[in-house]
């Protein structure tokens, strides 16, 4: 209703939806030159109301909703259009939701970064967060969706194997409190499940270096700079907790999480996701 989409389907020629709420050809960056929003719809409130559906029942939405949230400040056309974009597909998918189908597994991580997927050499000299990089993760319990992200790295990384490996720290970060609720969930006999599955989790990365920095216990000079803040996992990674797999990249479906993709990418990781 807030950009209209609602009066406008109702007439005779229906509003045009999309089968992807971003488009993978184009990355929205701060472009000061750029003309500003024309304020045809309340920004930030349409924002806010795109994040809580991303946050529920979307999770499909949250690179191209988190995308349009950084530029709430200081809209541009361009930003704009992005937010009607993700509205056309939402209203060509209105009958759409999570479909749970819950399994014997335990908890699964998907877990990606794209490093400095935002930056251009135009605008960078005004926005410095270009050169952040964004990672993203889906975590399931039981073969449903518990937990997703897609956000902005808060610090700089100097090579594709430290985003993915910050961006693997972080995920890690909302696992081991899982773990530790379900270990006192099956440690007070809660019926969680009627067969509990033994507590341990797996993470999927498709970046090999990466994954042998968390499974070895080894010093590099270009990754000492990690060690006190983000190897704090890696004792579950020795005891067996916790096990990293590798994926191929076409295969990692929290990729929808890092950047724009293509219709067949994008549907792809959306099935293995929501359901659809």
């Not at 490093?115 to 990089?133: C, F, G, L, V």
């Not at 994954?211 to 990754?223: D, G, H, L, N, S």
């Amino acid at each position: 209703a807030d950009l209209n989409l609602q009066q406008r389907a109702n007439c005779q020629y229906p509003i045009k939806s999309h089968k992807i709420p971003a488009l993978s050809t184009k990355v929205l960056t701060r472009d000061p030159k750029e003309a500003k929003f024309n304020n045809s719809f309340n920004y930030r409130r349409v924002i806010g109301k795109l994040l809580y559906l991303e946050k529920s029942t979307r999770p499909e939405i949250a690179f191209a909703v988190h995308q349009c949230a950084r530029f709430c400040n200081d809209p541009r056309h361009s930003h704009g259009e992005a937010v009607k974009r993700i509205g056309r597909y939402l209203a060509g998918t209105a009958d759409k939701g999570m479909y749970l189908r819950p399994s014997a597994a335990s908890f699964d991580c998907w877990v990606d970064a794209s490093h400095a997927s935002d930056w251009n050499r135009i605008s960078a000299a005004d926005d410095p967060a270009t050169a952040k990089s964004r990672m993203g993760y889906v975590i399931s319990f039981a073969g449903c969706p518990l937990l997703w992200a897609s956000k902005m790295q808060t610090e700089i990384a100097l090579s594709s194997t430290e985003a993915k490996y910050i961006a693997l720290s972080q995920a890690m970060r909302e696992i081991i409190t899982l773990l530790a609720l379900m270990k006192e969930a099956e440690e007070m006999k809660l019926p969680i499940i009627p067969l509990p599955p033994q507590v341990h989790c797996k993470l999927f990365e498709d970046n090999s270096g990466a994954i042998e920095i968390a499974k070895v216990p080894k010093m590099r000079p270009r990754t000492k700079h990690l060690n006190v803040k983000y190897h704090h996992f890696r004792s579950f990674v020795l005891d067996g907790t916790v096990s990293v797999h590798q994926v191929s990249t076409t295969e990692q479906i929290a990729d929808i999480f890092t950047k724009a993709l293509n219709e067949e990418l994008f549907e792809k990781h959306r099935l293995a996701i929501m359901g659809w």
